[in-house]
């Protein structure tokens, strides 16, 4: 952890750095770092002195992936000095590490547990007070996060992504406390209870941020996901957030047609919400020389 303090001793910049190890070592700031981007002067004080911090550790290059709005302005001066632009395009995979580009957040000013579901599609709607009375909603506690886990990982077979260990998911339930909740709404067949959806939400910063989440595809027409995303929009009117973090979205929003739409498709039509660009994944060379061949060999591998 690193800052950067003014003349006042005031914290004016700060970020998590992973150093990680291998044949081109590197270090990493994921979602950040925090710091007023428009400040330039501040901009060029970071990237000089994490320059030379990292360098001293051996790293050949940085990344960085600000959860910062797009801006053609912040854009140029990072490249002023000497930043990489890993491209605009809204994929995940899109960059060396990768990452969320687009996010749909929902605006909730001045909406209460009376008219919050007002503005949802009406087919939303339909779904979520009508289902069925058979399915429970309820959170998991930390001895259960294996029906999680497996949720998890059959919605990473069925989407082809890489699914977290059991690990991840209890360090995160260690290292947040009550602000990560997850949640499962499970089914009651032959008398048993079948977990058929789950998502990890994280409170943070005045909203909740839908996190990670998935659910079994046989269950498909019990609406699992509406009634996650309903219980925690409803949750965060109770709290007075201004806002409820649908999180990532991939594809074209513009094109019905696209891959990935169907996410953007689901998560607007909650109503009165906004497609958010990110800015993207920035790299900062820090041995040029090795720098270069580490692009050769990525390159190669593919």
């Given at each position: ?249 991939e594809g074209d929003i513009e094109n ?47």
């Amino acid at each position: 952890y690193i800052g950067v303090f003014d003349e006042n001793e005031k914290l004016v910049a700060s970020a998590q750095v992973s150093i990680i190890a291998g044949k081109f070592p590197s270090a990493d700031i994921t979602a950040g770092p925090l710091l007023d981007f428009s400040n330039t002067e501040l901009l060029k004080f970071f990237t000089e002195h994490i320059k030379n911090f990292l360098a001293d550790k051996n790293c050949v290059y940085l990344t960085i992936n600000p959860n910062i709005r797009y801006s053609e302005t912040i854009l140029t001066s990072l490249k002023s000095l000497g930043w990489q632009y890993s491209g605009r395009i809204n994929a995940s995979e899109v960059g060396i590490r990768g990452g969320i580009r687009w996010i749909y957040v929902k605006d909730l000013k001045d909406q209460t547990e009376e008219n919050y579901q007002a503005a949802y599609a009406k087919r939303h709607r339909r779904y979520i007070r009508n289902h069925d009375p058979n399915l429970i909603l309820r959170t998991l506690n930390r001895d259960e996060l294996s029906i999680f886990t497996n949720i998890m990982q059959h919605t990473a077979e069925r989407r082809h992504f890489n699914s977290r260990k059991d690990s991840y998911f209890e360090s995160l339930y260690d290292r947040f406390g009550d602000k990560v909740i997850y949640k499962v709404v499970e089914l009651i067949q032959d008398g048993k209870k079948v977990p058929i959806g789950a998502i990890a939400f994280i409170e943070t910063n005045g909203e909740v941020v839908s996190y990670l989440g998935g659910a079994l595809s046989e269950y498909a027409s019990y609406r699992a996901s509406h009634l996650l995303h309903d219980d925690m929009i409803r949750y965060s009117v109770q709290k007075g957030y201004k806002r409820y973090n649908f999180y990532g979205i991939e594809g074209d929003i513009e094109n019905p047609n696209s891959e990935g739409y169907g996410i953007y498709e689901f998560k607007s039509k909650f109503g009165t919400g906004e497609a958010i660009e990110l800015i993207g994944e920035f790299v900062l060379p820090l041995k040029k020389a090795q720098y270069s061949l580490f692009k050769l060999a990525r390159k190669l591998k593919r």
